[in-house]
């Protein structure tokens, strides 16, 4: 069976600067995709970035990137240049890639911003 | 860029009542599912559905939950005989062939007092 863990509950950073959120997994399929969702106040779910695991390259998407340690099961999230719209629920996620293809998720990390 | 819909916004229920949450996924998808996330706990997989059937289910999807496809554009999920418990986000979600588009509705927040 497939897990992921969000081993901090709560982070919290300065407006401009990084942060990095952390996320590890399980599974036993070669092939699967990571991916993390962001989810503010209205609770509509964002995706963020998507990770193949057959790409050795991490994701990028502008201030956002990942640090995939497939390897060590381990998927972060870091966010560069803060800002206080970054403010919100992150979820990581692992998803097989077989047919039915459902969305395995941690319990989800809650960022503050400070100004 | 294409959305999946889902109505009611938020609903509020008596104990013991019928509800039906609706979704609108994206018109050349193939491949749906509801999740559900209970306030302050993880997104859960309740069901998955394709080609008119359901491909898997979770231990929470009993039988008191239904999907359908009605018609060429709905996907539902009903819960028969709601329970405090089932109070939560739920939120459909569908995808063409492969993984690109998997896209989720804005969610249905059920109450139920």
């Known amino acids: 069976a497939q897990t992921v863990t969000q081993s901090q509950p709560e982070m919290s950073v300065q407006e401009a600067e990084t942060v990095t959120l952390s996320c590890t997994y399980d599974t036993s399929e070669s092939d699967y995709y990571l991916f993390w969702y962001k989810q503010p106040p209205s609770r509509q779910m964002i995706l963020v970035i998507r990770?193949?695991?057959?790409k050795q390259q991490n994701a990028t998407e502008n201030r956002f990137s990942v640090n995939f340690q497939k390897a060590a099961k381990s998927f972060s999230l870091k966010i560069s240049d803060s800002q206080l719209g970054d403010a919100a629920m992150y979820f990581c996620a692992c998803l097989n890639a077989g047919n039915n293809r459902k969305l395995i998720w941690g319990l989800g990390t809650s960022l503050a911003v400070n100004p | 860029e294409p959305e999946v819909t889902q109505t009611p916004s938020h609903q509020v229920t008596q104990m013991g009542q019928e509800v039906i949450l609706r979704c609108v996924p994206i018109?050349?998808?193939?491949?749906f599912y509801w999740y559900r996330q209970i306030l302050g706990q993880k997104v859960e997989f309740l069901v998955s559905f394709y080609n008119n059937e359901i491909s898997e289910k979770s231990e929470i999807f009993d039988d008191q939950f239904s999907v359908e496809r009605p018609d060429g554009s709905n996907f539902t999920l009903k819960i028969r005989s709601t329970k405090l418990e089932d109070s939560a986000m739920y939120f459909c979600a569908s995808r063409g062939q492969g993984i690109d588009g998997y896209t989720f509705g804005s969610g249905t927040r059920l109450t139920v007092v």
């Open positions: 990770q193949e695991a057959y």
């Open positions: 018109s050349n998808h193939l491949y």
